[in-house]
């Protein structure tokens, strides 16, 4: 009874190690000091940093030129979070770029077909299903490439659309900073610089400065990797780390349900933008491989960052801001007609 409990335990805690470049706002201004953190957990918190060693490239692209990022410049926090403190330029829109090194990692045939489940590589884990190896272990090699598009200052460029390079990448097809909320944005996802097809990806967001998250209850679940103990059942990481674990009625106040979004022949498919926020775009592309004695299979990871707001102007807000302030205006014109001629009706009587 015990062990059916961790075992059913162990598959709730289940989360994938994406990795995002997040930052508190996309909204900048010019000469404006902000932080780049790359969150390698959750898009909500971290659990491990990224050592320099394992970035291939690290890059900042604006008013069409690509400035690489000196691995010196990254501090770590906390053992979790790794950081990145800069001085914004000019305005323009702005695109920041990691790429890591791919890694190894073992997995039992139980934990490797629950992390399929639960990170959404539901192809590769169908395609078990149908060959019939779901008790077949795996070795896994596994990279990640992500990025972010912030903007800073009014001035939109043309930067949103760089291609970085990276063996698998998300593009979109216009300025995200030109979209709005209650809009869509059309993105391609490129493998190896060609479109990628038939890609399951996922697409979520945070609500802009009213979200907030709960920490308080957490569970932990141990296994072994590279002779350390870890807490989570499968971990693309380099170290210890907790998940945290939310019930059903905190997620509502954090994140919503997401979108399960599959690429076209050419590579496209198409975000609702239903609110402001954060939004985040993830996918994990795997094959199996036949020309190693040592993998089973290879992956590649990609994640998108950006910020929506509402289009700002006369014909967008229906509430009314006299509210806002006190009493509308109607009210005091009102009022003053009516004291105007009692005073009059005062000193009328008295003369």
Request: charged content about 25%.
């Amino acid at each position: 009874m015990r062990k059916t409990f961790y075992l059913l335990l162990a598959s709730v805690l289940l989360c994938s190690h994406n990795l995002y470049i997040k930052m508190e706002k996309y909204f900048l201004q010019p000469n404006q000091e902000a932080t780049l953190s790359l969150y390698n957990g959750t898009f909500e918190k971290s659990d491990n940093i990224i050592t320099r060693d394992r970035m291939l490239d690290a890059s900042v692209i604006a008013q069409g030129k690509r400035r690489v990022i000196d691995p010196e410049q990254w501090k770590d926090q906390d053992s979790t979070v790794t950081q990145l403190t800069f001085t914004t330029g000019e305005a323009g829109t702005y695109v920041a770029g990691v790429s890591t090194k791919a890694r190894n990692i073992e997995l039992t045939a139980e934990k490797f077909n629950s992390y399929l489940e639960h990170d959404g590589v539901l192809d590769m884990l169908e395609q078990r299903k149908r060959d019939s190896v779901l008790d077949q272990d795996a070795i896994e090699s596994y990279e990640k490439h992500v990025k972010a598009i912030y903007q800073v200052g009014k001035v939109k460029t043309n930067d949103w659309s760089a291609v970085l390079g990276y063996p698998i990448e998300f593009v979109p097809q216009a300025n995200p900073y030109e979209k709005y909320s209650g809009e869509k944005l059309e993105v391609q996802l490129l493998l190896e610089g060609n479109p990628l097809p038939n890609q399951l990806v996922y697409a979520d967001f945070l609500k802009g400065t009213h979200s907030h998250t709960h920490s308080d209850h957490s569970h932990e679940h141990e296994h072994e990797h590279d002779g350390k103990k870890h807490s989570h059942d499968h971990a693309h990481s380099d170290g210890k780390h907790n998940h945290s674990h939310k019930s059903k009625k905190e997620e509502s106040h954090t994140h919503t349900s997401g979108q399960q979004l599959r690429t076209n022949d050419q590579g496209m498919f198409v975000v609702d933008l239903p609110e402001d926020g954060i939004y985040y775009l993830r996918t994990i592309h795997m094959t199996g491989v036949t020309d190693s004695d040592e993998l089973t299979h290879r992956s590649k990871w990609a994640t998108l960052t950006f910020e929506v707001s509402h289009k700002h102007g006369s014909g967008t807000h229906t509430h009314d801001h006299e509210h806002e302030h006190g009493l509308p205006t109607w009210v005091f014109v009102l009022g003053s007609l009516l004291i105007v001629g009692l005073l009059f009706l005062i000193f009328r009587k008295k003369n």
